[in-house]
């Protein structure tokens, strides 16, 4: 379960990246 949070706070962060581009 952590293990999925942290995934996902990473593809978040990810994808927060891009839309700043």
């Given amino acids: 379960m952590f293990f999925s949070?942290?995934?996902?706070?990473?593809?978040?962060?990810?994808?927060?990246q891009w839309l700043r581009i």
């Fill in 5 to 16: 949070a942290a995934l996902r706070a990473r593809a978040t962060g990810l994808t927060a």
